[in-house]
């Protein structure tokens, strides 16, 4: 177990919806990151924050936002929902803000978008 | 723009054997760092190894030990007398340390461990 939460386990939903994921960080943690998996891929990095503040940006698509609030707890909202949407989404996080911090696992949120 | 890549998508080890993954790195970076995640059925990705540009002494933890080839960019992950709960995905990853931070993780090496 990593510390890293996430809710919910697994996601069903229909083409053209809005789904919001949430991510609690382990505890002293300041850093959140997010990736998508695709199916049998590798991760493809999303979006950091670090102590409410964004702090990096990967590939993420302009449908899809996050935040992180003051107790540290973040959301990924991915909205108009598309097929290829569908994945596994990590989130992870770490002590501080640099790169190589060691970045800890939630146990993902498999998203189905039918 | 920074590139990760590893070559073999699936690979098998007889148990107690050794095995070698490799991963090549494209980069104009000075430094940065270099991780091996492994990702067993369960999903979940945990670290097996980091390793930062800078430091050239190869880093270690337990049976699992790198080549660090920087002129090469080269990032290779042995795992010595394998196990069976070594059976995984094993993603090679590259972090900036600087400036606009940049993850990237390569497309993985499926490792079948024998018994």
């Known amino acids: 177990d990593s510390g890293v939460t996430q809710t919910p386990k697994h996601l069903i939903t229909a083409t053209g919806q809005r789904v919001t994921l949430r991510c609690s960080p382990r505890?002293?943690?300041?850093?959140v990151y997010w990736y998508q998996q695709s199916l049998d891929q590798g991760l493809q990095f999303l979006i950091q924050?670090?102590?409410?503040?964004?702090?990096a940006k990967g590939n993420i698509l302009e449908r899809f936002s996050a935040q992180q609030f003051p107790d540290l707890h973040s959301e990924l909202n991915l909205s108009s929902l598309e097929l290829g949407d569908s994945a596994l989404y990590f989130c992870?996080?770490?002590?501080?803000?640099?790169?190589?911090?060691?970045?800890?696992f939630g146990p993902g949120t498999r998203l189905t978008v039918l | 723009a920074q590139t990760v890549t590893q070559s073999q998508p699936e690979m098998s080890v007889q148990e107690a054997e050794t095995v070698t993954l490799s991963c090549t790195y494209d980069?104009?970076?000075?430094?940065?760092?270099l991780f091996w995640y492994k990702q067993p059925p369960s999903r979940q990705m945990i670290l097996v190894i980091r390793?930062?540009?800078?430091?050239?002494q190869n880093a270690t933890e337990n049976r699992f030990s790198v080549n660090f080839q920087k002129a090469a960019k080269s990032f290779s992950l042995k795992i010595s007398d394998s196990q069976l709960g070594d059976t995984a995905m094993y993603f090679c990853?590259?972090?900036?340390?600087?400036?606009?931070?940049?993850?990237?993780f390569g497309t993985g090496t499926r490792l079948k461990v024998l018994a």
């Open positions: 990853a590259f972090s900036t340390t600087s400036g606009t931070y940049k993850y990237i």
């Open positions: 924050y670090y102590n409410g503040e964004e702090r």
């Open positions: 505890s002293g943690d300041l850093s």
């Open positions: 992870a996080s770490s002590v501080g803000s640099i790169g190589g911090n060691e970045q800890f």
């Open positions: 390793q930062e540009a800078y430091k050239q």
């Open positions: 980069t104009s970076e000075s430094n940065y760092y």
